[in-house]
């Protein structure tokens, strides 16, 4: 089991950056595949990105495509996202979740860290 703990949210004005990290516990972080989701008020929650076990692939959001960047330090039981050129519509509550590899299926999830972008 793993549990998940987002930090790093903010109040940014657009074109500024963001980096969001997600402190994970358990020994066995380093085999579950990793992901950042987001929800904005009255939406549904999306998928933002995501990388595997071993971090060494990512997958993105074209929306986030070029702006945001995943990545893992399983040594440290970390994922961050570093978030550049923020977006008015980025403005959400960002999730850190995880999976067991393959599955897709995101079973841990942590408490949500709120980004808010002004224009």
């Known amino acids: 089991q793993v549990q998940l703990v987002e930090s790093g949210g903010g109040l940014v004005q657009a074109g500024d950056s963001l980096r969001l990290s997600c402190a994970a516990s358990?020994?066995?972080?380093?085999?579950?595949?990793t992901g950042w989701f987001r929800q904005a008020p009255g939406k549904e929650r999306e998928f933002v990105a995501a990388?595997?076990?071993?971090?060494?692939?990512?997958y993105y959001a074209d929306s986030v495509k070029g702006r945001f960047s995943i990545s893992r330090d399983n040594a440290k039981n970390i994922v961050t996202l570093q978030m550049n050129s923020l977006k008015p519509e980025d403005t959400a509550v960002y999730y850190c979740?995880?999976?067991?590899?393959?599955?897709?299926?995101?079973?841990?999830w942590g408490q949500g860290t709120q980004v808010t972008v002004s224009s």
């Open positions: 990388t595997i076990q071993n971090g060494r692939n990512a």
């Open positions: 358990g020994r066995t972080f380093s085999l579950y595949d």
């Open positions: 979740a995880a999976a067991l590899p393959g599955t897709g299926s995101y079973d841990y």
